[in-house]
């Protein structure tokens, strides 16, 4: 661990605990102090006006002007970023802002990568075998830090080493070059590495589209990248891809996934593309490409990415990595449930009635609708039912009302009520469970009370129960 001394005019403002200083024009000076994880808040008695605060930020500009460590990165009316040294500094002027205030950051320490403890497979992970890197988890937690150290490791190698920065606040040798997007597009940049071809890029911070098409274009060039992204959990990072790159090449554009918590590596997940049948699913009939995404610590496989008919499923699984490769998963049941919701969706857009559905894993997919809405459906010559199921990529067993499985359970109906409103009795054991009902041709559903009653209000309703007929379908079965 290597402590960061600067010489600076900055420097009495700070010592060897403190993250940042934060400056509101007469409010008493705010510094954070502490590491990663356990910052606590310093309140100074001293505060500075209007003017002391726009001399000391003249001091600033003057200290940048004679120094070539000093650059003004963002420029615009009413707010500047700029990096002196190790310092970034953030002025906010009003109207942006309630009064001119301004935030001055600095790293506390440098850290090597002997200072984590890495076992030696992870190190030979991240030395040798990852070339499409990404550093996850909320500001402050240490993603940056582990980069530089990161970048030392490749500097040792001998490798040639660019960084991609916004503003420039990676402490680096003098022999790695530094680009910045405040004074060139992405796509000036792109042409820039695709020429100079590095060996590795390390890309502070992937925020938006741009950032992921141009991570995404560096790396399927063959450059290395390690990108340091914002996402509260190691697999949010991977979704923030999904949608802005094609599914299928994610596991070429990353391969390994750090998740930092106090500057301690917590996770780390690594990728890889197969073709199989998605876990919960049995039928062979439904193999598909899928992005498998496994624990590098402890060998289990934690989620699955597949498409399922046009959406893309981040399903998480319980489940660990036998020795002869096979995944044995207790995921079924949430794999079920999030297909039939997602199905529901899509059938509410394609079919001109109420329906329900029965999911069967033997690539079947069983829907029951109004006996008189069966012909619109099915089409001439079978052409919509065929086209459905096109859509869904399933085979589809459509059925009317009638065969729907019934809810085997004595009742009690007691009606006439004040304003019509009728109560139905069920067994204790339904007591607040949602209970489908099928009035006529309409699929209604209502959650009993704790009595285990189902109370009906509407009007109409309970008058069209009265007159025609209903009945209780047996939801576990479908």
Known sequence: MEQIIWNSFLDTYFDETTMSLHIKEGRPLLRK???????????????????????FISSIYAEIESRDDGFMEIDRKLSKVL???????????PPLSDGLEMTIVKPIKKLVMDDYHLEKDVFDLLRNDAKG??????????????????????????HIIKTLESPRDLLVSDDIVQYSFTYGTHDEVRDILLLSRPDYTIYDEVRNKSDFELYKDLRLTGIGLVGVIHATRAVDSIQRFLGTIEMGIIPQVIDTVIYINKWVIEQIYTLQLTVKVPEGMESEDLARPVIVITSFLTKQVEYEIYTFGEQIVVMPLIGDMHEEGKLQSKGKSTISEYAKNTITQKLQQLLPCDFLLKIKWSSNLDIYVPEESKGRIIGKAWANITNLEKDMKLKINLKSFDELPLLDVKTEINGGKKNNITDILFPIEFANQNICFLIEDEIAYFTADARGVVTIKAKELVKTMNRKWFVIVDSSKL
Not at 133 to 152: E, N, R, V, Y
Request: aromatic share 8%.
């Open 33 to 55: 102090k502490g590491m990663p994880g356990n910052r606590k808040p310093e309140l100074d008695t001293k505060s500075m006006n209007s003017e002391e605060m726009k001399a």
């Open 83 to 93: 990096q002196l040294g190790p310092y970034r500094i953030v002025i906010v002027y």
């Open 133 to 158: 890197i990404l550093i996850s988890w909320s500001p402050g937690s240490g993603k940056t830090t582990f980069a530089q150290a990161l970048i030392d490791v490749y500097h040792k190698d001998n």
